[in-house]
């Protein structure tokens, strides 16, 4: 099992470059690059300059762990307006086209928002149909696309057989699921969630979550490895009982107010205990 | 009893295979035809919930093609989603409506581009009489106290899901039939021999999504219109 972290995680002032030298240093194996939320990955990067974000991240000693991208909680795929609809689906291409060109294997999206205004059968049934073309386009690339369980935040499958129906609806093994043991909350417990979704696991965020605290202002519910609720012996357990062996990706909402650069080390540190499995 | 053995039995069949009481599946009476206008449409969405719920009741019907329709054949002529409205489509909306079919007509300008809209709206004031204001987006704020519901009053009172975008009608002659936070969305008026009924709303998503509602008064248009084919 291998351990990254996000470059959203980087302090902004501090630059990519500088970056990577400092995931290298906390011992991580590689980096999650998010397309849309740092400067020097946007869908305005050429090819050219993805390569060389590929080749910067190679000679820090890492590899590219999978690309990630917030930009569905803008233009979802869900949503009504044609034009928007066809923006997200760019987006899910462009990570697509990206992956291949960093050398990884594996993209996250947020693949549908139920709001007021757009229902969740409309959501459904949208978000199926954007997929199984990009779906097809991931497998003809050797990339597997990760729905994230963004359950609260999102709306849509919250529970685990909901997600896993959805999967079924899609039936194509280039879409799964990018689980995040964090964004469970107190709707349900992650090592279920890994117990049921097994193989199609694509990708694992890893954070903790309180559960007994809700949003509050810009207070999170989301907090360093073992600091919050989740059952950490039980999702290690799950892992393990599954075989799941691929990345575990660090995703921190919460970053720390001094020294930011400390996180880095603490959550590598916490993330090769849940490793080893010596709680 | 004016009804042909057939005929009777084509409406037997309908009772039975869909809960369509009165809808006519006789082969040789005239047709229920949804036209797809590809790329002149906005909403693939739209037309897939009117095939998806025709073919769930096991209504007739027939996708057309404005190049071929046979007006004489049609009780119902579905158009989903309409932005772009080609000749030959005004030429077999009205061909329709002078034979006595009934004519849905659906919207999809609500989230057109701007010279989109201009030109919907001239083709729906030139050739059919039809006069529509700006698209308005129902969720400026996507707020979420207002209610998402449209409300139809003809054939039967209904609520089906807005669209986030309408297109409200402007002062005509017809019967309001739909309305959405007071906007007249749902025209009905007599138009040569038949009826066109207008929809600022698309119903097709609310179909496609498997709102029942918006099935039940779908089924009960077209029965009503088929009737008076």
């Known amino acids: ?279 | 009893m004016g009804i042909t053995r057939r005929r009777f039995l084509g409406y037997t069949a309908g009772v039975v295979t869909a809960g369509l009481r009165g809808l006519p599946l006789d082969p040789t009476s005239r047709r229920y035809v949804l036209l797809d206008l590809d790329e002149h449409g906005c909403f693939r969405e739209s037309v897939s919930g009117y095939e998806s719920a025709l073919t769930s009741a096991g209504v007739r019907w027939m996708p057309g093609d404005a190049r071929w329709i046979s007006p004489a054949r049609c009780a119902v002529l579905i158009v989903p989603a309409a932005l772009e409205i080609p000749p030959p489509v005004v030429r077999v909306i009205m061909s329709c409506l002078q034979t006595g079919a009934s004519v849905i007509l659906e919207s999809g300008a609500g989230f057109a581009a701007d010279r989109d809209y201009r030109a919907h709206r001239v083709a729906l004031r030139d050739y059919l009489q039809v006069h529509i204001e700006m698209p308005v987006d129902l969720w400026p704020d996507n707020s979420s106290q207002r209610i998402p519901y449209v409300d139809y009053t003809w054939p039967r009172p209904a609520k089906v899901r807005d669209f986030s975008r309408v297109v409200p009608l402007g002062r005509q002659t017809g019967e309001v039939i739909a309305r959405v936070d007071g906007l007249p969305v749902g025209l009905r008026r007599a138009s040569g021999r038949g009826r066109l009924i207008f929809l600022g709303s698309p119903l097709g998503p609310a179909l496609w999504a498997g709102d029942a509602e918006a099935r039940r008064w779908l089924f009960d248009c077209l029965r009503t219109a088929g009737e008076q084919a």
Not at chain 1, 76 to 104: M, N, Y
Not at chain 1, 123 to 150: D, F
Not at chain 1, 230 to 256: F, H, Q, S
């Open chain 1, 1 to 279: 099992m291998k351990k990254a972290i996000g470059d959203n995680m980087i302090p902004k002032e501090w630059g990519f470059e500088k970056g990577l030298e400092l995931v290298k240093q906390a011992g991580f194996d590689g980096i999650e690059l998010w397309l849309g939320d740092v400067p020097w990955f946007q869908m305005s990067t050429a090819d050219s300059e993805v390569r060389e974000l590929r080749r910067k991240v190679e000679n820090a000693g890492l590899v590219v762990s999978n690309v990630s991208t917030g930009l569905h909680w803008a233009s979802p795929l869900s949503a009504r307006d044609p034009k928007v609809r066809a923006q997200a689906v760019r987006i899910v291409e462009r990570e697509i086209e990206t992956a291949v060109l960093l050398g990884t294997d594996a993209i996250l999206l947020v693949a549908g928002l139920v709001t007021p205004e757009v229902p969740y059968n409309e959501v459904y049934q949208r978000c199926l149909e954007a997929l199984r073309p990009l779906g097809e386009k991931a497998a003809r690339s050797g990339v597997r696309i990760g729905c994230e369980n963004c359950n609260a935040e999102q709306r849509f499958l919250i529970s685990p057989r909901e997600f896993w129906q959805f999967l079924n609806d899609m039936n194509s093994p280039a879409v799964g699921i990018h689980l995040d043991v964090g964004n469970i909350h107190d709707t349900g417990f992650a090592e279920q969630w890994i117990e049921i979704h097994g193989p199609r696991i694509t990708r694992i965020h890893v954070k903790d979550v309180m559960t007994k605290r809700g949003r509050c202002g810009d207070q999170s519910v989301y907090t360093n490895l073992f600091l919050g609720d989740n059952n950490w012996p039980a999702i290690r357990g799950a892992m393990t009982k599954v075989g799941y062996d691929g990345w575990l990706v660090a995703e921190m909402e919460a970053r720390y107010r001094y020294a930011p650069d400390q996180q880095f080390y603490d959550t590598a540190r916490a993330m090769d205990r849940l490793i080893s499995g010596r709680f």
